[in-house]
């Protein structure tokens, strides 16, 4: 068999296709969502070669239109997370065998898939199941999930050609990637189809066997992302597709022997949750489990009296309020200085008033439905209480709707008190909270930022003062793990902002990076000695 040191296709960012009007890509896509509506896709489970219909079905309908029924998914309970384990330990020794190249060639065949014949299907499937509009769909479903792919794979070949950097003579050292002692669990989020096939594709392409559990509202374009995983050629068994309640899917994985890792987007409790269950049982593990994991963000933007009025002001919408402030990214505490207070204030209302809230159909809406009733009610109960504070001025927004979808209008909260609830705890939706401090204070702002909130995973300052943004750069290094200046606090771009925060945002592996690839192997060192000693002394045991 003929063998080489193989050389990966450089790894480019997928162009974003903006869907203006009369452009090719508009047509496919309200084609492909105009089919979506007409269709009742029957959304099985995928383990091993199979694909299992329990027959208990659950509904799956759009936020922004929850009247309308778009699919069904058939429901698993512990049996069905058992057989998935079973699938993927069956399959674990044939993959972790297969060639490297091979394993690449898959999932680069899988961005190809994503970015051609499968991309309207998937954005679609987005926009409808996840409420995103046809921007935000494109950046996520479409070009991060393809960045994703090939980019891994580039980092996939920079690993394994790290090597020792010496070799003493008459000796060979190396380093081999083993794929971790059993199988990886996949739990991933509503909010970025990308990072939901991110999660289990980053583990298995390292040699590594999943079972992947997806949020519910994620099912539907999850099941995209399975046809296209099948459609390149992964093996069964490699990554197991199961929609079960997290507490039974717990329950087994948990206390599995050969539970070997878990890669986890979601919230901040639920992970400490996990994280104490597998201390608790970690004397039942063949391995200490790898535990990576990104959760919650209390977001800030910090704008000092040298900043720009409009590119605050966009900063503030853009980052506030994209996908309804659903992502974990979101801005969600503003600190402006009172010297341009009363001109962003302007710019910003002036701007919200033009903002359109609506379905995802109607390309003209820029704000669409937040994801289910729960958040829904979470979020109009935190709107109707700042409204009652006499505290607080809410200057736009405060309206809702959930008589056909989920619509929260974009609120703006501002309050005196920069340890308000709203500007500590994560909401995850469209409110926005405003403190204006003193110009005189900006050193203190500084110390408010660092100590308001358990999270620290993303934050922006916007200033032309590049001593105020160095003082902010040094003072903020801990609040957040991606950091921006003169920009939002969203957008981060795989190979170019590697993504992930520390404190109560998450271990900070930095998905779309090799650092996080580097988790879901464990290195062997090999020393081979071509001429090994034959005698036990050494020269300084002979006498003079």
Same mark, same amino acid.
């Given at each position: 068999m003929s063998k080489g040191f193989f050389k990966v296709p450089p790894a480019i960012n997928e162009p974003v296709l903006n869907y203006a009007p009369g452009s090719a890509e508009r047509k496919l896509l309200k084609d492909a969502l105009s089919k979506a509506y007409a269709t009742?896709?029957?959304?099985?489970?995928?383990?091993g070669g199979e694909e299992i219909r329990t027959g208990v079905k659950k509904e799956v309908r759009p936020p922004h239109n929850h009247q309308q029924i778009i699919g069904h998914y058939h429901e698993g309970d512990k049996s069905h997370v058992e057989q998935a384990i079973k699938a993927a330990?069956?399959?674990?020794?044939?993959?972790?065998?297969?060639?490297?190249?091979?394993?690449?060639?898959?999932?680069?065949?899988?961005?190809?898939?994503?970015?051609?014949?499968?991309?309207?299907?998937?954005?679609?499937?987005?926009?409808?199941?996840?409420?995103?509009?046809?921007?935000?769909?494109?950046?996520?479903?479409?070009?991060?999930?393809?960045?994703?792919?090939?980019?891994?794979?580039?980092?996939?070949?920079e690993i394994y050609a790290q090597q020792p950097p010496a070799n003493a003579k008459g000796v060979w050292n190396r380093v081999e990637q083993r794929p971790l002692?059993?199988?990886?669990?996949?739990?991933?989020?509503?909010?970025?189809?990308?990072?939901?096939?991110?999660?289990?594709?980053?583990?298995?392409?390292?040699?590594?066997?999943?079972?992947?559990?997806?949020?519910?509202?994620?099912?539907?374009?999850?099941?995209?992302?399975?046809?296209?995983?099948?459609? !390149?050629g992964l093996p069964h068994g490699v990554i197991n597709l199961i929609y079960v309640h997290g507490p039974d899917a717990g329950e087994v994985i948990f206390n599995h022997r050969d539970f070997a890792g878990i890669h986890f987007t979601g919230s901040t409790k639920v992970f400490q949750e996990i994280w104490k269950t597998i201390g608790t049982n970690i004397h039942k593990y063949r391995s200490y489990p790898r535990i990576v994991g990104e959760t919650g963000g209390k977001d800030f933007i910090l704008i000092h009296g040298s900043a720009?009025?409009?590119?605050?002001?966009?900063?503030?919408?853009?980052?506030?309020?994209?996908?309804?402030?659903?992502?974990?990214?979101?801005?969600?505490?503003?600190?402006?200085?009172?010297?341009?207070?009363?001109?962003?204030?302007?710019?910003?209302?002036?701007?919200? !008033?033009?903002?359109?809230?609506?379905?995802?159909?109607?390309?003209?809406?820029?704000?669409?439905?937040?994801?289910?009733?729960?958040?829904?009610?979470?979020?109009?109960?935190?709107?109707?209480?700042?409204?009652?504070?006499?505290?607080?001025?809410?200057i736009a927004g405060g309206n809702y709707d959930k008589s056909k979808g989920y619509f929260i209008e974009p609120t703006v909260i501002v309050t005196k008190d920069?340890?308000?609830?709203?500007?500590?705890?994560?909401?995850?939706?469209?409110?926005?909270?405003?403190?204006?401090?003193?110009?005189?204070?900006?050193?203190?702002?500084?110390?408010?930022?660092?100590?308001?909130?358990?999270?620290?995973?993303?934050?922006?300052?916007?200033?032309?003062?590049?001593?105020?943004?160095?003082?902010?750069?040094?003072?903020?290094?801990?609040? !957040?793990?991606?950091?921006?200046?003169?920009?939002?606090?969203?957008?981060?771009?795989?190979?170019?902002?590697?993504?992930?925060?520390?404190?109560?945002?998450?271990?900070?592996?930095?998905?779309?990076?090799?650092?996080?690839l580097l988790r879901w192997v464990s290195p062997r060192t090999i020393k081979e000695t071509f001429a090994p000693a034959k005698d036990y002394r050494y020269p300084f045991h002979q006498e003079e």
């Amino acid at each position: 068999m003929s063998k080489g040191f193989f050389k990966v296709p450089p790894a480019i960012n997928e162009p974003v296709l903006n869907y203006a009007p009369g452009s090719a890509e508009r047509k496919l896509l309200k084609d492909a969502l105009s089919k979506a509506y007409a269709t009742r896709a029957d959304i099985p489970m995928y383990i091993g070669g199979e694909e299992i219909r329990t027959g208990v079905k659950k509904e799956v309908r759009p936020p922004h239109n929850h009247q309308q029924i778009i699919g069904h998914y058939h429901e698993g309970d512990k049996s069905h997370v058992e057989q998935a384990i079973k699938a993927a330990l069956a399959a674990k020794h044939a993959w972790a065998d297969l060639a490297w190249e091979q394993r690449a060639a898959i999932f680069l065949k899988a961005a190809e898939l994503a970015a051609g014949p499968y991309r309207y299907q998937l954005n679609a499937a987005t926009m409808l199941a996840q409420s995103k509009n046809a921007y935000q769909a494109e950046i996520d479903a479409a070009c991060e999930l393809i960045d994703f792919l090939r980019f891994n794979v580039q980092y996939l070949a920079e690993i394994y050609a790290q090597q020792p950097p010496a070799n003493a003579k008459g000796v060979w050292n190396r380093v081999e990637q083993r794929p971790l002692e059993g199988f990886v669990f996949a739990l991933t989020p509503f909010n970025f189809t990308a990072i939901a096939a991110n999660l289990p594709a980053s583990a298995a392409l390292m040699g590594n066997v999943v079972v992947w559990k997806p949020a519910e509202a994620q099912i539907y374009s999850a099941n995209v992302i399975m046809q296209i995983f099948r459609e !390149a050629g992964l093996p069964h068994g490699v990554i197991n597709l199961i929609y079960v309640h997290g507490p039974d899917a717990g329950e087994v994985i948990f206390n599995h022997r050969d539970f070997a890792g878990i890669h986890f987007t979601g919230s901040t409790k639920v992970f400490q949750e996990i994280w104490k269950t597998i201390g608790t049982n970690i004397h039942k593990y063949r391995s200490y489990p790898r535990i990576v994991g990104e959760t919650g963000g209390k977001d800030f933007i910090l704008i000092h009296g040298s900043a720009d009025i409009q590119v605050s002001a966009t900063a503030i919408i853009r980052g506030a309020f994209e996908y309804q402030g659903q992502k974990c990214s979101a801005a969600s505490r503003i600190y402006v200085a009172e010297s341009v207070w009363p001109e962003i204030k302007e710019e910003i209302l002036k701007e919200l !008033a033009t903002i359109k809230v609506g379905p995802v159909e109607d390309f003209s809406n820029f704000v669409n439905a937040v994801i289910n009733e729960q958040s829904f009610d979470k979020l109009s109960k935190a709107i109707d209480a700042a409204k009652s504070d006499p505290s607080l001025d809410v200057i736009a927004g405060g309206n809702y709707d959930k008589s056909k979808g989920y619509f929260i209008e974009p609120t703006v909260i501002v309050t005196k008190d920069p340890y308000y609830i709203t500007m500590c705890e994560e909401l995850f939706g469209p409110v926005l909270t405003i403190h204006v401090y003193r110009d005189a204070e900006f050193d203190n702002i500084l110390t408010v930022i660092d100590n308001t909130s358990i999270y620290a995973l993303t934050g922006a300052v916007i200033a032309q003062d590049r001593y105020a943004i160095e003082k902010a750069t040094n003072a903020l290094r801990n609040a !957040a793990g991606n950091f921006y200046i003169n920009d939002k606090c969203t957008g981060a771009v795989v190979g170019q902002q590697p993504f992930g925060g520390a404190r109560g945002s998450g271990t900070n592996d930095k998905a779309g990076s090799m650092i996080n690839l580097l988790r879901w192997v464990s290195p062997r060192t090999i020393k081979e000695t071509f001429a090994p000693a034959k005698d036990y002394r050494y020269p300084f045991h002979q006498e003079e």
